[in-house]
């Protein structure tokens, strides 16, 4: 019988010999191989973290005592191992496991923000709670050398050093690498410390360890011994956390479970803050993880099990940026790229092997990416920062203070905006279009295909004097949509019939715009389906087209409330137009994970729904007036 059958929480672990633990990372790295090559989610961080998971459940005794694993994605294993093995083929699928923790999931959960270097700061909150309240109870926070880039985690731990009797300790799970190697002075310290004599001396006696695993055949699972000895063991501040005065443990190789134990409960027994330092290696234990050079399967798409090789897929919006903005940096010397920590997802790595001076990778630093653009556009450059979609929300203030207030030159790629589906509610970059509304003199641009990205793009980094932002979503994007006509700034895609309805179609919602114009038409509805391209501000001849008809309808993905839609209802107020409008977007609610298309389903972004409400808009303007004869609202739903 599996190993991993007989676990059906951490206390299960305890009784295990060291043979079962060993074939029980075993078990646990051929499910998790298993299962993400076809559910598709983080493989190489949660194969990195296997051991040291074991490690912590078997020194802490959660629930009671609080795991907060930073950003969530390497949480696989501990699911595991807190009674979801069972579930773990559902994982990312509509109604199944998250990827993330999940408090509705599990008692033993409690973090699922993903929204990296936020861990040190939920456990110094809850160290202190428990300290207040008089509960004996430890927290332990698990967090990656990428994350602690993140400005958030040093916040932390500069509060967490003076709690001298907060029960609370720091994994710090060093891999090296956030995607692609992480970057920055930190990464240079922690290497330092990863490389000193002491420990060099101990990498020198490993014994790397070949083990087949059960069914993955001739996948080489290594693991690291011998480490034990030389490793530092007693608690001992060191170098970069010296100066904080925080207690360090370490290094530690995080793939010997028994030195990680050893080090927790020393860690444990300590009563303060303590940071313990584990070395892992992402994806350990997989070859073609390990040897994967862009991130080490950080997240794959599907892939086969025996040869890593991932199933081939179309290009997405992300490629085509990828390709304009080395066009854009080979004509405009002036234009620098910044990321955070995200180089590949967010297609830089192109610019960056052609303009390797003019691009700059500033770990998961979003604050710093935007204000590190306004002083390079103060600089006299315009700098591009491409990034998803939500993780813009980290850098309110400093678009709005920093970039916006100084009138800077700055444009911003959002990636993945809209609904993204799989990675849940933290992922969904459903919020820019409400927040970026403040922004003054801000200038927000949706392009709904390629042709239109590459332009929109063109328009953005010419502009010197204002914050201009770009967002496309995520996969791949639709066919090409020819305007037929302009109107001021906006294209006309369709103009049928009678001024009766105005759609506003914004973005990747433009096919479900024109199809919505198809079924209204085939109603004998008049349409004009426009697409205003620049969202913000408000173009005028959008506020005239509304004026000259019976109806508007916007269409958009982000949130209803502050979007394109309530902002535009707002001005045609203020502008003394009386057209009723009818605001179509994502409801203003965290969203639980399912695909895509599933999710603009359910949440009516879909042609069919519009439709049927606008004819009955419609119907109800005109209630006196039966239904034209032979027709009924159904018919506009495509399933008749
Ligand atoms: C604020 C924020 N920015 C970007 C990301 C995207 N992201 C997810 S994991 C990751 C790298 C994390 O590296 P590390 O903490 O070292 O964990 P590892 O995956 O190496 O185990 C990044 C950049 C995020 N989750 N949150």
Not at 49 to 58: F, K, Q, S, Y
Not at 237 to 243: A, H, N, R, S, T
Not at 284 to 301: C, I, K, N, S, V
Not at 592 to 618: N, P
Request: a negative charge; aromatic letters at 4%.
């Amino acid at each position: 019988m599996p190993v991993l059958d007989q676990i059906t929480g951490p206390r299960d672990l305890r009784g295990l010999s060291e043979d079962e633990l060993t074939q029980l990372a075993a078990e646990i790295r051929d499910l998790l191989i298993r299962t993400v090559a076809t559910n598709t989610g983080h493989l190489g961080p949660n194969l990195g973290v296997v051991e040291l998971t074991l490690a912590i459940h078997r020194v802490f005794d959660s629930p009671r005592d609080k795991i907060v694993f930073d950003t969530g994605h390497q949480s696989y294993v501990h699911k595991l191992v807190t009674g979801r093995a069972p579930e773990f083929a559902t994982l990312r699928r509509e109604g199944g496991l998250s990827g993330y923790p999940s408090q509705t999931e599990s008692e033993h959960d409690l973090v699922e923000n993903s929204h990296a270097s936020t861990a040190l700061s939920y456990a110094d909150g809850l160290a202190k709670a428990f300290r207040i309240r008089g509960e004996d109870r430890h927290t332990v926070a698990v967090i990656g050398d990428g994350a602690l880039t993140g400005g958030m985690a040093w916040e932390a731990l500069n509060n967490i050093a003076i709690q001298h009797d907060s029960k609370l300790v720091i994994v710090v799970n060093d891999n090296g690498r956030s995607y692609t190697p992480t970057i920055g002075g930190l990464a240079t310290a922690l290497t330092a410390l990863r490389t000193n004599p002491r420990y060099e001396h101990v990498l020198d006696v490993v014994k790397r360890r070949l083990t087949a695993v059960p069914g993955v055949g001739p996948a080489a699972y290594d693991a690291l011994h011998a480490m034990k000895k030389g490793l530092k063991d007693a608690l001992a501040p060191q170098g970069l956390f010296e100066d904080l005065g925080l207690k360090y443990v370490g290094p530690v190789d995080g793939h010997d479970r028994g030195a990680m134990e050893h080090a927790l409960a020393q860690a444990k027994r300590f009563g303060g803050p303590v940071i313990v330092h584990a070395i892992t290696r992402k994806g350990f234990g997989y070859d073609p993880a390990e040897r994967h050079e862009a991130d080490q399967f950080h997240a794959p798409g599907p892939f086969d099990v025996q040869t890593g090789a991932e199933k081939p897929k179309g290009p997405i919006w992300t490629d085509h940026f990828a390709e304009h903005i080395v066009r854009i940096g080979e004509r405009r010397p002036d234009v620098v790229a910044i990321t955070a920590a995200m180089m590949h997802p967010v297609g830089l790595d192109g610019f960056q092997a052609r303009f390797p001076d003019r691009t700059f990778d500033v770990g998961i630093a979003e604050q710093h990416a935007a204000t590190s653009a306004a002083g390079l556009a103060m600089g006299g450059l315009h700098p591009v920062f491409a990034v998803y979609a939500t993780f813009l929300n980290r850098a309110f203030d400093q678009v709005l203070m920093d970039v916006a207030l100084h009138r800077c030159g700055v444009t911003f790629v959002l990636d993945r905006s809209g609904v993204t589906g799989d990675d849940g509610a933290s992922h969904n970059g459903m919020w820019d279009m409400s927040i970026l509304q403040v922004v003054p003199g801000l200038r927000l641009a949706a392009p709904r295909d390629v042709t239109r990205m590459r332009e929109l793009l063109d328009e953005a980094v010419e502009v010197a004097d204002a914050p201009t932002v770009v967002r496309f979503p995520k996969g791949p994007p639709p066919d090409d949509i020819e305007a037929i006509d302009r109107a001021g700034g906006c294209d006309v895609l369709v103009r049928e019939g009678d001024h009766d309805v105005l759609v506003v179609a914004v973005g990747s919602m433009a096919p479900v715009a024109v199809d919505v114009a198809r079924r209204l038409l085939a109603q004998g509805i008049g349409v004009t389906v426009v697409d205003p391209r620049w969202v913000k501000p408000v173009d005028p001849a959008l506020v005239e087209l509304a004026r000259r008809h019976r109806r508007v309808v916007t269409i958009e993905d982000n949130g209803v409330v502050g979007g394109v839609g309530a902002v535009l209802l707002q001005t045609l107020a203020a502008e003394g137009v009386r057209t009723p409008v009818r605001v179509h977007g994502i409801p203003q609610e965290f969203l639980d994970h399912a695909k895509r298309a599933a999710i603009l389903e359910r949440v009516g972004l879909t042609a069919s729904t519009i439709a049927l409400e606008a004819l009955h808009d419609i119907a109800r303007d005109s209630a006196a007036e039966p239904a034209p004869e032979g027709r009924t609202l159904l018919d506009v739903d495509g399933s008749r």
